[in-house]
């Protein structure tokens, strides 16, 4: 598609879509890949409004530490519907076309919910760390407005920065090759299509990272070291195992989450997308949002007692029906 001119005598082709190759060209494993990604697509969904249900109607559950929760299961089922349907579409057709703008449009919103779940998680740690380290203080501390404040922080640095990166992304022409290494548009792989110099918008996309990444992540080393001297100190062992349960499920998150975030943005980039980079997108994209629910839920006495009532009431209420 004709754009524009270069000059006077020079004339542009610009990309209007992008093929996004996916995870396999052969038809029968594509249909095998639709039903596997189905059913992960329903359970995270389910998995995830479940424990929201759960905390808004259990009293007990209404604490900072299940505030946080919310946001968080929120943000995962945001963040899979930003990128599965599209993918679980691409399968089913076995065509991974789509447009510049659509392209776009999946980029900034799967990094502004990415990234606001890394600052999410930082802030779930300094939850942990004031509850634990400092009970006392904790209530007054932690109170409706902090925990306002920190979830908003969360939610509006993470749009906020990726505004930044997506636009420096998109200011670059894109008039080569329009073949996507990967199942969904993201920001390094669409970044290496671009025909201009890239350096620039490396580096500021690196920056960001540090901001969005490292900056949660040092906070929840520091906050996770405090809490291993403060539980270690603790005289009774039944504490010291509540203690080590809620924050082992927050950690187990973490490790996964940044873990694979950090193996994408902040390593030296090669000229071509690789298989291993998609394989390691996996995770943080199908992976993490299906898990989080069950990581918090498994060992967690207090969901285990809120999921018996509600039981409980659809029970009682079952039988005066009958």
Same mark, same amino acid.
């Given at each position: 598609?004709?754009?524009?001119?270069?000059?006077?005598?020079?004339?542009?082709?610009?990309?209007?879509?992008?093929?996004?190759?996916?995870?396999?060209?052969?038809?029968?494993?594509?249909?095998?890949?639709?039903?596997?990604?189905?059913?992960?697509?329903?359970?995270?969904?389910?998995?995830?409004?479940?424990?929201?249900?759960?905390?808004?109607?259990?009293?007990?559950?209404?604490?900072?530490?299940?505030?946080?929760?919310?946001?968080?299961?929120?943000?995962?089922?945001?963040?899979?519907?930003?990128?599965?349907?599209?993918?679980?579409?691409?399968?089913?057709?076995?065509?991974?076309?789509?447009?510049?703008?659509?392209?776009?449009?999946?980029?900034?919103?799967?990094?502004?919910?990415?990234?606001?779940?890394?600052?999410?998680?930082?802030?779930?740690?300094?939850?942990?760390?004031? #509850?634990?380290?400092?009970? &006392?203080?904790?209530? *007054? %501390?932690?109170?409706?407005?902090?925990? +306002?404040? /920190?979830? $908003?922080?969360?939610?509006?640095?993470?749009?906020?920065?990726?505004?930044?990166?997506?636009?420096?992304?998109?200011?670059?022409?894109?008039?080569?090759?329009?073949?996507?290494?990967?199942?969904?548009?993201?920001?390094?792989?669409?970044?290496?299509?671009?025909?201009?110099?890239?350096?620039?918008?490396?580096?500021?996309?690196?920056?960001? #990272?540090?901001?969005?990444? &490292?900056?949660?992540? *040092? %906070?929840?080393?520091?906050?996770?070291? +405090?809490? /291993?001297? $403060?539980?270690?100190?603790?005289?009774?062992?039944?504490?010291?195992?509540?203690?080590?349960?809620?924050?082992?499920?927050?950690?187990?998150?973490?490790?996964?989450?940044?873990?694979?975030?950090?193996?994408?943005?902040?390593?030296?980039?090669?000229?071509?997308?690789?298989?291993?980079?998609?394989?390691?997108?996996?995770?943080?994209?199908?992976?993490?949002?299906?898990?989080?629910?069950?990581?918090?839920?498994?060992?967690?006495?207090?969901?285990?007692?809120?999921?018996?009532?509600?039981?409980?009431?659809?029970?009682?209420?079952?039988?005066?029906?009958?």
């Amino acid at each position: 598609m004709k754009i524009g001119a270069h000059d006077s005598t020079e004339n542009i082709t610009f990309v209007t879509q992008f093929i996004l190759v996916g995870l396999s060209n052969n038809r029968k494993t594509q249909i095998v890949l639709f039903a596997v990604f189905l059913l992960i697509y329903l359970l995270t969904i389910m998995g995830n409004l479940v424990i929201i249900m759960l905390i808004q109607v259990d009293s007990h559950l209404q604490t900072p530490m299940y505030y946080f929760l919310t946001h968080l299961s929120s943000l995962e089922i945001c963040y899979v519907s930003s990128t599965m349907p599209q993918m679980l579409a691409h399968l089913l057709a076995g065509n991974g076309a789509i447009s510049f703008t659509r392209c776009a449009v999946q980029m900034y919103i799967s990094l502004s919910l990415g990234s606001t779940e890394g600052l999410l998680l930082g802030a779930m740690a300094y939850d942990r760390y004031l #509850a634990i380290c400092h009970p &006392l203080l904790y209530i *007054s %501390v932690m109170g409706r407005w902090c925990q +306002l404040q /920190l979830a $908003s922080g969360a939610w509006a640095g993470g749009f906020l920065l990726s505004i930044l990166n997506a636009g420096c992304t998109l200011r670059l022409p894109f008039c080569g090759p329009n073949r996507v290494n990967h199942f969904f548009c993201e920001l390094p792989f669409i970044l290496k299509l671009a025909c201009a110099d890239t350096r620039m918008t490396e580096t500021v996309i690196f920056g960001a #990272a540090v901001v969005i990444l &490292l900056v949660p992540l *040092s %906070v929840i080393l520091m906050s996770y070291s +405090l809490i /291993l001297s $403060s539980v270690l100190q603790m005289p009774s062992a039944s504490g010291r195992r509540k203690a080590f349960s809620t924050c082992a499920s927050h950690l187990a998150v973490v490790v996964l989450f940044y873990g694979t975030l950090i193996s994408m943005y902040m390593r030296p980039r090669s000229g071509t997308a690789t298989d291993v980079d998609k394989r390691t997108a996996i995770f943080y994209v199908l992976v993490t949002p299906l898990l989080n629910p069950f990581i918090y839920t498994l060992r967690n006495k207090d969901v285990h007692n809120a999921v018996a009532k509600v039981f409980q009431r659809w029970v009682f209420k079952t039988k005066l029906q009958h």
